[in-house]
């Protein structure tokens, strides 16, 4: 069982910056695929990045590369999500997600369903 608690989130003018945190319980973190997805208010939710067990690999999604790094610290049990150059339209709840899955890498972790722990989110409000 992994328990995952979001923070960092807040509000911020459009091209400013935010860095969320994500804490994991449990010993087991470094074992695991770790992911960042988000949903605005009236949409669907979406995958924004993705980080290997190791730190090896990343992935992101098209609309944020070049502004967010995803990255861990497994000794820490935590995972950080660094957004810059905040657009309005990153408005979102951002929830950090992990799962067991360890065998695949990229695009194969944009799916939500493959996330067996989730966080309630946090907030994130970029005002233009």
């Known amino acids: 069982q992994v328990q995952l608690v979001e923070s960092g989130g807040g509000l911020v003018q459009a091209d400013g910056s935010l860095r969320l945190s994500c804490a994991a319980s449990?010993?087991?973190?470094?074992?695991?695929?770790m992911g960042w997805f988000r949903q605005g208010p009236g949409k669907e939710r979406e995958f924004v990045a993705a980080?290997?067990?190791?730190?090896?690999?990343?992935y992101y999604q098209d609309s944020v590369k070049g502004r967010f790094t995803i990255s861990r610290d497994n000794a820490k049990n935590t995972v950080y999500l660094q957004m810059n150059s905040l657009k309005p339209e990153d408005t979102a709840v951002y929830s950090c997600?992990?799962?067991?899955?360890?065998?695949?890498?990229?695009?194969?972790?944009?799916?939500?369903?493959?996330?067996?722990?989730w966080g309630q989110g946090t907030q994130v409000t970029v005002s233009s």
């Open positions: 997600a992990a799962t067991r899955s360890t065998n695949y890498s990229g695009s194969y972790y944009a799916r939500a369903p493959l996330y067996d722990y």
């Open positions: 980080i290997s067990w190791s730190g090896l690999w990343t």
């Open positions: 449990g010993r087991t973190f470094r074992s695991y695929t």
